[in-house]
């Protein structure tokens, strides 16, 4: 099992930056492929970003392609969001989750997920 734990949230302004950050205990951070979801209120959870174990791949949602760039390091057991020209839009929970498969674009193919943290994001 792998333990996740969000920080970094906040409220900030349209155009303003954040980084989240994800820290994993448990079995070895590296063996899993990981992802950023977010959740706004009355909509479904999506995939913001997905990143391979070994930070060789990233794919991003077409909304934030441009502006987030996700990354990971391994021996600090970490998963970043940098999220930069942030919009109003972009305001939800965020979420990290952890797949055991080598490349997960979907919810339901993640295993772990941690608690979530809050993005508002001000016009």
């Known amino acids: 099992q792998v333990q996740l734990v969000e920080s970094g949230g906040g409220l900030v302004q349209a155009g303003g930056s954040l980084r989240l950050s994800c820290t994993a205990s448990?079995?070895?951070?590296?063996?899993?492929?990981m992802g950023w979801f977010r959740q706004a209120p009355g909509k479904e959870r999506e995939l913001v970003a997905g990143?391979?174990?070994?930070?060789?791949?990233?794919n991003y949602v077409g909304a934030v392609k441009g502006r987030f760039t996700i990354s990971r390091d391994n021996a600090k057991n970490t998963l970043y969001l940098q999220m930069a020209s942030l919009k109003p839009e972009d305001t939800a929970v965020y979420y990290c989750?952890?797949?055991?498969?080598?490349?997960?674009?979907?919810?339901?193919?993640?295993?772990?997920w941690g608690q979530g943290t809050q993005v508002t994001v001000s016009s």
């Open positions: 989750a952890a797949s055991a498969l080598t490349s997960a674009y979907y919810a339901d193919t993640y295993h772990y």
């Open positions: 448990g079995r070895s951070f590296s063996t899993y492929f």
């Open positions: 990143i391979s174990r070994t930070d060789e791949n990233a």
